[in-house]
């Protein structure tokens, strides 16, 4: 099925531990993005990517880094997991014209102890 | 800059009740609006959308009016179901990076 890929679903990491969460879409989107969710605050932009070889940071970027490494793939790492970075991730992408708004991935539930 | 508040939950509604979740925005500019809904263990998915002022979005039964002139892009439905019971967030698209900026969801519980 076309959409957003997201591994892995679930991860537990220990504190200082490095991890990379992967995003794949297959939709020929120019525009991705890595959100984190958390309970009643809704979603939180941490990175995005607006088209192919650049990236920007949003609203939560600290502790994190991303890489677009083609116009498929957008991850996102964790160089050093902290329990603040226990969350919901969720990666989306989007087509040109926004009309459609994003397409969301499954998810991946981190848990850092 | 760019928000959106919507109506804190949790909202509990027995089947075949009215709902509305009210959501309001804050834009410097004519920002696309949307309604997410993100069923229990799963991602977010598109519910309805509406680009411009006095648009309105339908979609599964439910609908949402762009009203310019309040702000406003509440959610109805007229009679709930169970398969309702989710997450609903309030977003709006702005700006030559298409961010989405997301209200803090709502989450709605049907009871048969």
């Known amino acids: 099925n076309a959409g957003v890929t997201q591994t892995p679903k679930f991860q537990v990491l220990k504190t200082g531990q490095s991890m990379t969460l992967q995003c794949a879409q297959d939709m020929n989107h120019n525009s991705m993005y890595w959100y984190r969710q958390d309970p009643g605050m809704g979603l939180r932009l941490i990175y995005y990517s607006a088209s192919e070889g650049t990236t920007d940071k949003g609203e939560v970027p600290n502790g994190y880094n991303v890489s677009r490494l083609n116009k498929r793939e957008f991850s996102l790492r964790l160089e050093s997991a902290a329990p603040s970075q226990t969350s919901v991730y969720f990666c989306?992408?989007?087509?040109?014209?926004?009309?459609?708004?994003?397409?969301f991935g499954s998810g991946t539930r981190l848990t850092v102890v | 800059g760019d928000s959106v508040t919507q109506m804190e939950g949790p909202v509990t509604l027995s089947e075949e009740a009215c709902l509305t979740i009210n959501c309001t925005y804050t834009a410097t500019g004519y920002p696309s609006l949307f309604w997410y809904v993100q069923y229990p263990g799963e991602g977010l998915q598109l519910l309805l959308k509406?680009?411009?002022?006095?648009d309105k979005g339908s979609n599964k039964g439910f609908e949402a009016t762009y009203r310019k002139e309040t702000t406003s892009f509440h959610l109805e439905k007229g009679s709930v179901q169970v398969s309702d019971s989710a997450v609903y967030f309030c977003?709006?698209?702005?700006?030559?990076?298409?961010?989405?900026?997301f209200g803090a969801g709502t989450t709605v519980t049907v009871r048969a």
């Open positions: 977003a709006l698209l702005l700006g030559v990076d298409y961010k989405l900026s």
């Open positions: 989306a992408s989007m087509e040109g014209t926004a009309r459609d708004g994003y397409t």
């Open positions: 509406a680009t411009k002022a006095d």
